[in-house]
């Protein structure tokens, strides 16, 4: 009898130290899964907020090219010569073979530009306004950053600056 009770006393101390061993082993394992389960949480997010941000960035240069929301078609640039006397800055508005390098820009009515530029990365946009109508006087703010003061010359050149260098255009269909 005094042998089976010192075995169950033995039993009993041995459990006293491995069951806390076993569950300390445990929870550190649970520990390790919650902190891989965070951590692959958290990567994920991050992951969801790198796409969001790319979708976002596209999403601008998409609506950089074309800010409407729903796609209509440009307006063909016109100009005819009783426009030219309403208002100077309106000859601005057709096709043109723009600075030195001769790069194709069209100038709409509605204060859009679009040009394909092989220098600034092909197609590029801009908006332009007329700061002096009296003296033919159009001011263009290109995507890339550079403003354009020009001057119209006459129905097919214009001239100016962008503070840095010289600018001059001339209008496509004539062939200058």
Known sequence: MKVKIFGSILTA??????IPLF???????????????????QEENVNLQKTKDFFDDLRGLVNAISPTSTPQPEPQ??????Q??????????????WDARRFPVSIYPNGRILADDPSSGGRISATWTCVDPNQGLVQISWSTGITDLMKIMDQNRMSGDNGGAGVSAVRRDVGL
């Not at 394992?29 to 902190?35: G, I, K, L, Q, S």
């Not at 640039?77 to 009783?82: A, C, G, L, R, Y």
């Not at 030219?84 to 073979?97: E, I, K, R, S």
């Open 13 to 18: 101390s041995a459990l006293l130290f491995v």
């Open 23 to 41: 569950l300390s082993a445990h929870a550190q394992e649970e520990r390790n899964y919650t902190h891989a389960s965070t951590t692959s949480i």
């Open 77 to 82: 640039p016109t100009q005819t010569p009783s």
């Open 84 to 97: 030219f006397t309403a208002n100077v800055c309106d000859v601005a508005v057709g096709y043109w073979w």
